[in-house]
């Protein structure tokens, strides 16, 4: 049994979390110099980097609509390569998706119900020392698609559970 803010979550086994120790996560980043495959930090899966002409990401979603792993767009000519993966750092802020203000990185994963045990493996995405994106939970305003983009990046992260954790327990949208 585990609790997650306001849901208590039953498992058939009770298996205690297996994290492998890993050297501290958060003095580790990965420079990204363009579209492909990227391996993140904290060891927790893949960071699958594409950039498409914007009609083609929106056909895409038409067809296959988010799919099981969710797909992420910002406008890639506002995104500056070599990019940055790495875990989140005291005082990091961003402004999230919507928003017009800079926000602690820290108070909106709380907002969001982010667990604890989960914040420091997330895969924050840098641009210029901005984040772009906060991977599988939200990219910056910034960098959202607007009426004048012409190209996409799509940001993928296909996660591996290293605890008995269900993700769509994990994060819950308001």
Request: net charge positive; with cysteine.
């Amino acid at each position: 049994m585990a609790r997650r803010y306001d849901r208590l979550i039953f498992t058939k086994k009770s298996r205690p979390c297996k994290m492998s120790p890993l050297p501290n996560p958060r003095q580790k980043s990965v420079l990204v110099n363009g579209p492909g495959l990227w391996k993140t930090p904290s060891g927790n899966g893949l960071i699958e980097l594409t950039i498409t002409d914007l009609k083609d990401a929106l056909d895409s979603l038409r067809r296959h609509g988010s799919g099981k792993t969710p797909a992420f767009f910002v406008d890639a000519d506002t995104v500056a390569f070599p990019l940055e993966i790495r875990a989140r750092k005291p005082g990091d802020r961003f402004v999230p998706f919507g928003s017009n203000r800079l926000v602690k990185l820290k108070d909106f994963l709380i907002a969001r119900k982010v667990p604890r045990v989960l914040r420091d493996d997330l895969p924050l995405l840098i641009s210029r020392s901005d984040i772009i994106a906060v991977a599988g939970v939200e990219i910056a305003h910034p960098y959202r698609i607007n009426a004048s983009s012409r190209r996409t990046l799509r940001i993928i992260w296909h996660r591996h559970d290293r605890c008995n954790f269900n993700p769509e327990d994990c994060f819950t949208t308001a």
